[in-house]
């Protein structure tokens, strides 16, 4: 009869005796899943600060491409109206040195009209020089920003592949 009742706490104390290890071992895994949790959490904080970078490289650089084509489209239509307007005056010109040469008596205001012609012609030429190089100028410019933001694109690109592969782990 006593052993009858000396069985229960034996079982009792047999049963707490194997629980602990239990507790410890989900202690254990809780633990090791918090950890997991906080590293993905801190991975995730990285990923967003990383996107945000880049997007913001990525605005300055479109910001500084849309600059540098609006100066090369200003550069074009400079050229594009000094061009003609040289050609015209060459035009007026020749035509002026005709009359002179047909002409049987030397008229002052045709002679005059010539050199006024040709110092335009002068200032004309000089404004596409300076169209010219500033056009290069503006070409070049509009290369070295297209290029950074394809470099950007491509950090973005290389960007969103991480974090999808994130996703799929």
Known sequence: MRSALLLPFFTAAVAFAQTPPQDGQLTQA???EIRL???DLQSTAVAIQRVQLVMFRMQTATSALNRATQH???ARNRCIYVQPQRKMLTVQVE???SRQRT????????GEEIARLKGSLEVLAVQEQQCQSTLLDAESQF????AKMNE???QFDKLDRDLADLVRK
């Open 30 to 32: 809780l633990l090791a």
């Open 37 to 39: 949790l906080r590293q």
């Open 72 to 74: 090369l489209d200003d």
């Open 95 to 97: 035509q002026a040195e």
């Open 103 to 110: 002409a049987q008596t030397a008229d002052s205001r045709v």
């Open 143 to 146: 290369r070295t920003e297209q």
């Open 152 to 154: 950007i694109q491509d």
